[in-house]
């Protein structure tokens, strides 16, 4: 024991594996001979990597789609689903995720499993998923029985010997040794897996200090240890004393000097949901937006300015950090964010929204002729509004906030009659349209005003006359 040093490991803090090739196991323990055994990941089917979920903008999604966004799966709904952030909506919807096998081979249970090999326990049996990842399960027995199954039995209960390289048979034992000074021994008590290193695997290197030993010292057949042990996370170091149950943080993970990844102190927490002082800065008033990005500049050295992968909602606006600068003491950073509005449609009851309608019900500014106006409150190409009442129907054509409107005025009648405007009726009846297409208004000096979009039926003649722009009128039938 005096030329051992111990390395105590529980099974969620070991390294996920990134590919499967030969030579890995899952371990279990057989009940009816008593033996620890193994189980060749490749002899039942493993070896397929688990697929990059993440959500991107520039991707085409089909219906029933898989991705992962703000730590949660969603599942798209439509065909063609591109640049649509995942939320609630028409576009997409959170699915479940099924349990993944960490210390032990779950139960089965109804979600969506994304790692392959997907291994459950159901009737007292080990079934593999025969589907590629993600595969969303709904219903164990159907699938089963399908006609190509979509679970598989692997085993009712038996297991594996432990072999050598070679492929021997090895006596039972409590420890199983993986390579020359590495052994793996159960802790029933302590609840852990003990990895046991012989004094001999660390010495010098290097010539560091005997005591003192780098991880670019330690090195196991050529693979250097360097890359495992900054993966390590002890979830005593991961702070959560300033968040509520429920809440989430991200594990921040950063490179140092040497090029290795390593988490950003003890266990670096980020928040998934920003600093609340960005509303100000992301608000509609913020004149630095461009389109729907923007990119904010100063003291970021604790993540004012927010960090990439955090959200923020406002005013039913979603903002997404897509990159950032944490800066220096002596140098601001920075961070760029998009903006993705949940409605197109305004709302009196969003404070923003209602500073845009006013200026669109403020006359001065519209072009008469083009209906067209520059208002300086930030829209979004594309949202429109028509109150209730009737009156104008606004729409926004550019990112650079012009509005154009169609219709006429909540306070003027869309009809005109022969009451209302005697002289330019007249005038109207007595245009030949065959020859000219269109009657001026105020050819006749007494003509009556009218607004564009108003109309003038006249039930004598059946003839219908509508009101363009520039004042011309035509007639829309005969």
Not at 43 to 48: K, N, V
Not at 76 to 100: C, F, K, Y
Not at 127 to 152: C, G, H, K
Request: net charge negative; proline share 5%; glycine share 8%.
């Amino acid at each position: 024991m005096a030329s051992e040093k111990y390395i105590l490991v529980r099974p969620p803090q070991l390294p996920e594996l990134q590919a499967i090739g030969q030579g890995v196991y899952l371990v279990g323990y057989d009940q009816q001979t008593d033996r620890t055994v193994k189980v060749n990941v490749q002899s039942i089917g493993g070896g397929e990597q688990a697929p990059d979920l993440n959500w991107r903008a520039d991707t085409e999604y089909n219906s029933d789609s898989i991705v992962e966004f703000g730590l949660r799966l969603w599942k798209s709904l439509v065909d063609n689903n591109v640049g649509n952030i995942p939320m609630e909506g028409d576009n997409w919807t959170e699915v479940s995720r099924a349990s993944a096998a960490t210390t032990s081979i779950p139960n089965w249970a109804a979600g969506v499993y994304t790692h392959s090999p997907a291994l459950v326990l159901r009737n007292n049996a080990i079934y593999r998923l025969t589907r590629p990842v993600p595969f969303e399960s709904t219903d164990f027995e159907a699938e089963a029985a399908a006609p190509i199954p979509v679970w598989t039995k692997v085993s009712g209960g038996g297991g594996h010997i432990f072999e050598d390289q070679s492929g021997n048979t090895l006596p039972t034992r409590n420890v199983a040794k993986a390579g020359a000074g590495i052994e793996f021994e159960d802790d029933a008590v302590g609840e852990k897996t003990v990895v046991r290193a012989s004094k001999n695997l660390t010495d010098h290197i290097d010539g560091a200090d005997e005591e003192k030993h780098t991880s670019n010292q330690i090195d196991h057949g050529g693979d250097k240890l360097s890359s495992i042990i900054p993966q390590l996370v002890n979830l005593a170091d991961i702070d959560v004393s300033d968040i509520s149950v429920g809440e989430k943080k991200i594990i921040v993970a950063e490179k140092n000097a040497q090029g290795d990844p390593i988490f950003a102190g003890g266990v670096g927490l980020l928040d998934v949901i920003a600093n609340p002082g960005l509303s100000t800065l992301l608000s509609e008033t913020n004149p630095n937006w461009v389109g729907d990005e923007i990119t904010l500049t100063g003291n970021n050295l604790e993540g004012q300015l927010g960090e990439n992968s955090q959200f923020f909602e406002l005013d039913a606006d979603f903002f997404l950090c897509t990159s950032h600068d944490n800066g220096t003491t002596t140098s601001n950073g920075s961070a760029t964010w998009k903006r993705n509005r949940r409605t197109d449609s305004l709302s009196l009851s969003i404070p923003a929204h209602v500073t845009i309608i006013n200026q669109l019900e403020t006359e001065a500014g519209w072009n008469a002729v083009a209906q067209f106006k520059q208002i300086t409150a930030k829209s979004k190409q594309g949202s429109w509004f028509r109150r209730s009442s009737g009156g104008y129907l606004y729409m926004c054509l550019d990112t650079s906030n012009g509005w154009t409107r169609v219709g006429t005025p909540p306070t003027v009648d869309l009809e005109i009659t022969t009451t209302s405007h005697p002289v330019l009726t007249a005038s109207l009846a007595a245009h030949d349209f065959t020859t000219n297409r269109f009657y001026v208004e105020g050819t006749e000096p007494a003509d009556e005003p009218a607004e564009q979009g108003q109309e003038w039926w006249d039930t004598t003649n059946k003839y219908v006359y509508r009101r363009n722009m520039d004042g011309n009128w035509a007639r829309l039938n005969g």
